[in-house]
């Protein structure tokens, strides 16, 4: 625990370090990689080179610093952080690792003005929160070894089915290479998967597409341009082909309740959803499944969803077309803005809406139904990559 010393240091240089942020992030992440290239794959390189993942840890750093004296506030981050981790199998001596680099870059960009007694007020402030995380990560480790047909670390899967599933994304069934069971997960979480491509070990996180069935999981993925992993999966893996995952994880999970679920989505934002709206269904809840496309041709999973909705009278499906192409036949065309999202909207109130898909796209339709009148308790969002304002 800090001190009430080390705290109020804390308090009183957060504005500083606030300031200089970016600078320590960017300053960081280099060094760390230089002198420590085993935790490199760790890290989703493209989100370095947008600046997506500094940006995200420089605004971790600047909550954390601001909310010293009540860390409560900051219970949902910090369940987010351990979720993730947990994906990427981060273990304690890695914490070891990010603690020396980051004194280190606040160090070089904050220079003299770093004394010995903000030094140590920091870097005690580093595994104070080092700790929590530590202490919270290995109880979810072992919660997850100690389930049916749970694991912990890298447990090898073999590639038993791959589909395409329209013109971008492709699903692929994995099924343990030992034989055993899968644990089972909550809808809307994502699996971490570890594989090497041209040579080189990465790790990526997909969220799972199908319900769980305790024999095999099911990942759908787009091709994204420059793409290194999703690139790999599309074009050169293969059926038998095999790679490590680790136990599913995920804090965008369905909240108890009876309300109407209005499940929105863009592009391979609806691959959580596909499983969250079954969990709905069997809960006897009423579903409206929107889904905003650029047209048919990239539009996976609709045969599934209009069956679900043919055997579901509690499942309404509602497709918007950005740019349709001749033939299509969506519900809807152009963006969901506020008027059209105003017409989905139950005129009895009572909705939960589980809102996932790029980032603009996020942001316009939060936006949208904030607009409406729903409260921010009622709208559920999750992100692909770091966690990032949707401002």
Known sequence: MLTPAQTAVIKATAPVVAAHASRITGTFYPLMFERHPEVRSVFNQSHQRNSAQPEALAN?????????????????????????????????????????????????????????EIADAWGAAYWQ???????????????????????????????????PESAVITSFRLAPVDGGSVMDFRPG?????????????????????????????????????????????????????????????????????????????????????????EQALAAGRRVIYVHAALNGSVHAFRGHIDRLAAANDALTPVYCYADPLPGDRPHMTGLLDESRL??????????????????????????????????????????????????
């Open 189 to 277: 979480q994502y699996l971490g998967l570890r594989l090497t491509v041209d040579g080189e070990t990465v790790h990526r996180n997909y969220s799972l597409s199908a319900s769980p069935n305790g024999r095999e999981y099911r990942i759908s993925v787009k091709r994204e341009p420059q793409g290194l992993v999703s690139g790999y999966l599309h074009d050169r893996a293969r059926v038998g082909d095999e790679l490590d995952a680790y136990p599913p994880a995920g804090e965008f999970v369905l909240k108890d309740g009876a309300d109407t679920l209005l499940l929105i989505t863009g592009g391979v934002g609806q691959t959580p959803a596909l499983p969250l709206a």
């Open 342 to 391: 105003a017409g989905l909207l139950p005129k009895d109130g009572g909705v939960a809406a589980y809102v996932v898909g790029p980032k603009p796209f996020m942001a316009a339709v939060i936006g949208a139904l904030t607009a409406l009148g729903l409260p921010a308790s009622a709208i559920v969002h999750e992100f692909f990559g770091p966690k990032e304002a949707l401002a």
């Open 129 to 163: 929160l080092a700790e929590l995380l530590i202490a919270a990560e290995e109880k979810e480790y072992a919660r997850k070894a100690a389930l049916s047909g749970g694991w912990r670390g890298a447990r090898r899967f073999r590639i038993v089915e791959k589909t």
């Open 60 to 116: 971790a750093i600047i909550a954390y610093a601001s909310n010293i004296d009540r860390l409560e506030v900051l219970g949902p981050a910090v369940e987010g952080i351990v979720q993730k981790h947990v994906s990427l199998n981060i273990t304690p001596d890695q914490y070891a690792i990010v603690g020396t680099c980051l004194m280190e870059a606040i160090g070089r960009v904050l220079g003299d003005a770093v004394t010995p």
